[in-house]
């Protein structure tokens, strides 16, 4: 059974910067593609940034420059720095994983990850 644990949020200033984790168990990490994504309050969820197994990776236009997405295949940890961030970056965050190697338009796709975390919370003041 996949478990997936994100950690990291918090609340930051604008400008400031954080460091999202997901930790994985239950499946062969290294073999799914993994991501992250978000919702605001009222707003649909949204693919932030994806890596397939291949290490390829993918980041909505929204977040380019400021977000990166990396793991550690030895703790089976994903990660998400996120840099200079703005008001509009306040969400949950969750992280997520699939089992198939997605190609690069599917890796922001809500729906083409099968597994999901619990999120958390990521607050950015003006």
């Known amino acids: 059974q996949v478990q997936l644990v994100e950690s990291g949020g918090g609340s930051v200033q604008a400008g400031g910067s954080l460091r999202l984790s997901c930790a994985a168990s239950?499946?062969?990490?290294?073999?799914?593609?993994m991501g992250w994504f978000r919702q605001a309050p009222g707003k649909e969820r949204e693919g932030v940034a994806g890596?397939?197994?291949?290490?390829?990776?993918r980041y909505a236009d929204s977040v380019k420059g400021r977000f990166t997405i990396s793991q550690d295949n030895a703790k089976n940890t994903l990660y998400l720095q996120m840099n200079s961030l703005k008001p509009e970056d306040t969400a949950m965050y969750y992280c997520a994983a699939d089992n198939r190697r997605l190609a690069w338009w599917q890796l922001l796709s809500v729906l083409d990850f099968g597994s999901w975390g619990q999120g958390t919370q990521v607050t950015v003041s003006s």
């Open positions: 890596i397939n197994s291949d290490g390829y990776t």
């Open positions: 239950g499946y062969p990490y290294s073999s799914y593609s």
